[in-house]
């Protein structure tokens, strides 16, 4: 017995070690290439246009406000093309794909990072509605499916990789709701997408990133969501808990997020940095110890001991 878990430990770390070898080239030249990059209001998004127009690449950050086109001018040198899409909408999407078309010609489109993400009204999940879900399904999963077949005639001039945002939630739903269902969709949507489009010289890659400190999960932004769903409810639902507790549950929730949400986000940049630069890039990529420590191992274990151990490890 012991000697089988020895022999299958040492042949997880002998392909971590295959891996990580693997993964250490990469491609000769960036000047050439032109990646997209959707939700660069802040964050991820940001962060990535940043990192990646320092490498040389070509960069299209797509934002959804003025605000965010004026902050990535400011922050990157004058390759950068910045132009609005709302995701959601599928001619705002078209207009991005016609000034992409008429920067990159016959090259094509290297690299597709689908990041724009929201996450919706937070709280119980018997506390939300139908509207809640398709609010956040429109942008985290059509949204994302529009601009990859949108751009994807170009992906495929350029042999380029598509690199899809999911969540550690996508492993062990928390309780988050549309934001994990959408984060599931994504990943079922990406592994079709990977075997199939592999034939046509296109890849795909998920980032499993943890908690980050975002705007997303941003104290005042949490609160203002919860104190929304809160307010919608009927008077039936609100006594059913009642005041108190909705206080006592988001004073939890903020310092949950407090504690566990890392400022650290150059981890995911880095992965997204090497799923667009290596010559071998992973199929997915998991961000943050709490993904690598509790979420992802949680989630390999019975249902019933997950559960338990989730339950005993967030907010009561």
Same mark, same amino acid.
């Given at each position: ?109 290297? @690299? ?46 350029? @042999? ?22 959408? #984060? ?33 999960? #941003? ?98």
């Amino acid at each position: 017995m012991l000697d089988s878990l020895l022999f299958v430990i040492l042949l997880i770390i002998g392909y971590k070690i295959y891996k990580w070898v693997k993964g250490r080239p990469r491609i000769p030249r960036t000047s050439d290439k032109s990646v997209l990059i959707t939700g660069c209001d802040s964050g991820f998004g940001r962060e990535d246009a940043i990192r990646l127009d320092g490498l040389g690449f070509r960069v299209f950050a797509a934002c959804l406000t003025e605000k965010g086109e004026v902050e990535i001018r400011k922050s990157c040198s004058e390759r950068v093309v910045t132009l609005r899409i709302n995701v959601a909408n599928h001619e705002s999407v078209k207009q991005g794909l016609q000034t992409v078309r008429d920067h990159v010609g016959d090259k094509g489109l290297w @690299g597709l990072v689908n990041n724009a993400g929201i996450s919706g009204r937070i709280g119980h999940m018997d506390w939300l509605d139908l509207q809640d879900y398709r609010q956040v399904f429109d942008i985290n999963f059509f949204g994302l499916v529009d601009v990859t077949y949108t751009f994807l005639p170009l992906l495929k001039k350029a @042999g380029g990789r598509i690199v899809n945002m999911s969540s550690c939630t996508a492993r062990m739903e928390p309780g988050t709701g549309p934001y994990a269902a959408s #984060k599931f969709a994504v990943e079922g949507f990406s592994d079709g997408f990977r075997r199939t489009l592999k034939s046509a010289g296109v890849s795909v890659h998920i980032i499993e990133p943890g908690y980050f400190k975002t705007a997303i999960t #941003k104290a005042e932004n949490v609160a203002e969501k919860m104190k929304a769903l809160w307010d919608s409810l009927d008077p039936e639902k609100k006594e059913e808990k009642g005041e108190e507790y909705f206080q006592a549950r988001t004073e939890d929730v903020l310092k949950h997020l407090d504690l566990i949400c890392s400022p650290r986000l150059d981890l995911v940049v880095d992965a997204i940095e090497h799923a667009l630069t290596a010559v071998s890039p992973h199929s997915r990529y998991v961000c943050g110890w709490d993904a690598k420590l509790f979420f992802i191992p949680v989630s390999w274990l019975p249902t019933d001991i997950g559960d338990a151990i989730f339950a005993w490890a967030t907010p009561k």
